[in-house]
């Protein structure tokens, strides 16, 4: 069982910058590829950002490539998700998933998600 708790959503304005962080509560964290997913109001749950267990693959939406930037820490468990130029359509609830094995993109590869935290960006 791996526990996953995010934090650093909130109020931006567009253009602004925001950081979310997800904290794993294994030591195992490092044998798990990682993502962010977002769901905004009426609207499914879709792949944002994921990265492999060692950082060497990295996947991004069409959406937010170029203003999204994921890492991990390993060593302190963490995967991290630099928002930068934010739109008001990046506002959802945005969820930290962990994923036994390789990269993925769908929400159904997924074996354990945080609670999510909320951003929203107004214009």
């Known amino acids: 069982q791996v526990q996953l708790v995010e934090s650093g959503g909130g109020l931006v304005q567009a253009g602004g910058s925001l950081r979310l962080s997800c904290a794993a509560s294994?030591?195992?964290?490092?044998?798990?590829?990682m993502g962010w997913f977002r769901q905004a109001p009426g609207k499914e749950r879709e792949f944002v950002a994921g990265?492999?267990?060692?950082?060497?693959?990295?996947l991004y939406a069409d959406s937010v490539k170029g203003r999204f930037t994921i890492s991990r820490d390993n060593a302190k468990y963490t995967v991290s998700l630099q928002m930068d130029t934010l739109k008001p359509e990046d506002t959802a609830v945005y969820y930290c998933?962990?994923?036994?094995?390789?990269?993925?993109?769908?929400?159904?590869?997924?074996?354990?998600w945080g609670q999510g935290t909320q951003v929203t960006v107004s214009s």
């Open positions: 998933g962990a994923r036994g094995g390789g990269l993925g993109t769908r929400v159904d590869e997924y074996n354990y």
């Open positions: 990265i492999s267990w060692s950082g060497g693959n990295i």
């Open positions: 294994r030591r195992t964290f490092s044998n798990y590829a």
